[in-house]
């Protein structure tokens, strides 16, 4: 997958509630010799597809995205020690979830080697980081091979940032979790600055969201209601205009006393829609949703299907995708719009018959790019939908982080962000 590269010349200054986060480049303007001959700990998303048979890497765009943070610290002269997680290994060591394929692929990304150690704390750590030279690359292992990385304990912090001088989080997609590689490890380590990844996202994200330029849309889709209560909540207060899409609808169809056949709902949730619908016409708030349905009588990509009205989905058959008449209404009301935030996809786009309403989306954000409009799409499985729909280099920023994104959308300051220093 190909995201729009960020271009060292169009680095920026992040404002977040607490002020200005300050960056490797603050470092440099400051002091010039600032990163020379630096232990720096730099924790990147290195969490990247493999093949399940080869371990063989599938895509990697996480680690091109690192490149501008990794190459202007080894212009500057300094010893970069990088450290992620991979998977999920519960604390144990998984010869599946090493991090070697990642350090070759960076290796030839870099064109230099990039050394490796078969642990991320401990005497190892320390020989191997003693031997680097100024400008060279080193990988640890990962970090979720000891349980206390999830924990974020004080003693696996502290042994993450032993002989480490400065710390720079450019892992944007594990800045909403308290680990110790995110946050813990910032408290032993005297400086503390954002990479430049990491900027572009607050940048966007951040800023789009607390002084968008107006009229201010969000389009919210995805499977659950339950876990985008707080983001609508949010977006209600914000924007001028909300749409829906995705299994989440099917609540609030439900709420408004539809028929929704077979189609995914949250039976819990449906008090909860009612309440976010009410909110939505006591404030004025324009709050769209799809209002013709596709619908299969299966969930496959072989099923029958047939288009109707949202109000009525006949029983035994599943609403899947917006239909036509939807993709217009959303078309029609995003006009004139110069903010976009997207989180979520419309439909079950893996399955062609169900492709139309997402990829349709993805066509008019695109166009609202070119007429000017600022468009970002909010990580998960969304980024995986723009991309097959071939719109990547379309849209003015695609996020990295799926649970990242949609904390910031829901005004939380992120762990891995709070613990950064502040630009004077």
Not at 269 to 290: D, H, M, R
Request: aromatic share 8%; charged share 25%.
């Amino acid at each position: 997958m190909f995201l729009r590269r960020f271009v060292p010349s169009q680095r920026f200054s992040v404002s977040l509630s607490r002020g200005y986060k300050k960056t490797v480049e603050h470092l440099v303007k400051a002091n010039p010799n600032a990163l020379r001959g630096a232990n720096v700990f730099v924790r990147v998303d290195f969490n990247v597809p493999q093949d399940k048979k080869t371990n063989a890497i599938t895509d990697d765009t996480r680690i091109r995205e690192a490149l501008p943070t990794i190459n202007y610290l080894r212009s500057q002269g300094a010893k970069v020690i990088l450290a992620s997680h991979c998977g999920r290994p519960g604390g144990k060591v998984n010869e599946k979830m090493r991090m070697a394929p990642m350090a070759t692929r960076l290796s030839e990304l870099i064109g230099t080697k990039v050394y490796t150690v078969d642990d991320c704390i401990g005497d190892k750590v320390t020989e191997a980081t003693g031997k680097l030279k100024n400008g060279e690359v080193m990988m640890l292992e990962n970090v979720r091979f000891h349980s206390a990385e999830e924990a974020n304990t004080d003693d696996f912090a502290k042994a993450l940032a032993k002989n480490m001088n400065i710390y720079v989080n450019d892992a944007f997609g594990t800045a909403h979790r308290a680990h110790a590689s995110t946050a813990g490890v910032a408290k032993y380590i005297p400086v503390r600055v954002a990479g430049f990844l990491m900027e572009k996202e607050l940048k966007f994200l951040k800023n789009a969201v607390d002084s968008p330029v107006r009229p201010f849309a969000a389009i919210v889709g995805g499977a659950k209601v339950s876990t985008k209560i707080t983001v609508l909540e949010e977006l209600f207060k914000k924007c001028d205009k909300v749409f829906i899409g995705g299994g989440l609808r099917f609540t609030f169809y439900k709420a408004l006393g539809w028929n929704v056949g077979d189609s995914l709902i949250e039976n819990d949730c449906v008090p909860v829609a009612k309440q976010l619908l009410e909110k939505a016409k006591s404030k004025g708030i324009k709050f769209f949703y799809p209002i013709d349905t596709v619908c299969g009588d299966k969930y496959g990509p072989d099923a029958k299907t047939q288009i109707v009205d949202s109000d009525k989905i006949p029983d035994n058959w599943e609403g899947m995708d917006m239909g036509p008449k939807s993709l217009a209404l959303f078309e029609r009301e995003l006009q004139g719009c110069k903010t976009v935030v997207w989180n979520g996809p419309m439909g079950v786009f893996e399955f062609e018959k169900f492709s139309k309403g997402t990829f349709g989306l993805c066509r008019i954000m695109g166009e609202l790019t070119k007429q000017g409009a600022t468009t970002i799409i909010g990580g998960g499985d969304i980024v995986a939908a723009v991309h097959k729909a071939g719109m990547d280099n379309a849209m003015t920023h695609i996020s990295t982080g799926g649970g990242a994104s949609l904390e910031m959308l829901e005004g939380k300051e992120l762990p891995g962000v709070s613990v950064l220093d502040e630009a004077k």
